[in-house]
């Protein structure tokens, strides 16, 4: 059973930075491409920031771009999301997302808009001023 397991979530100040963690598990392949979504109360759902495993690029949504940062720990089998100089407009539940084809010849292209297969619980971040 595949599971996205995100933490980290929490307020933190305007200005200030939190990093949010996702494990997975449940695969035996490597993911092909994963990412940040969110989400936020009467908006539509954005990609936040994206990594293109398979050629090792990233893509942040240009309202994040400079202030968060995505990476990957393959030994712990985890993602990160760093999020630094925080502002009010980032209050959102965050979600992890994964995909074993997005990227990969036939399976559509890995980016910000991509359709993603699965996807975590989610986790809320609230930023107050």
């Known amino acids: 059973q595949v599971q996205l397991v995100e933490s980290g979530g929490g307020s933190a100040q305007a200005g200030g930075s939190l990093t949010l963690s996702c494990v997975t598990s449940?695969?035996?392949?490597?993911?092909?491409?994963m990412g940040w979504f969110r989400q936020a109360s009467g908006k539509e759902r954005e990609g936040v920031a994206v990594?293109?495993?398979?050629?090792?690029?990233?893509y942040y949504a240009n309202s994040v771009k400079g202030r968060f940062a995505i990476s990957q720990d393959n030994a712990r089998n985890t993602m990160y999301l760093r999020m630094n100089s925080l502002k009010p407009e980032d209050t959102a539940t965050y979600y992890c997302?994964?995909?074993?084809?997005?990227?990969?010849?036939?399976?559509?292209?890995?980016?910000?808009?991509?359709?993603?297969?699965?996807w975590g619980q989610g986790t809320p971040v609230t930023v107050f001023s």
């Open positions: 997302v994964a995909d074993l084809r997005l990227g990969t010849y036939g399976g559509g292209w890995c980016g910000l808009s991509s359709n993603f297969t699965y």
């Open positions: 449940g695969i035996r392949d490597n993911w092909s491409c």
């Open positions: 990594f293109y495993t398979n050629v090792g690029s990233t």
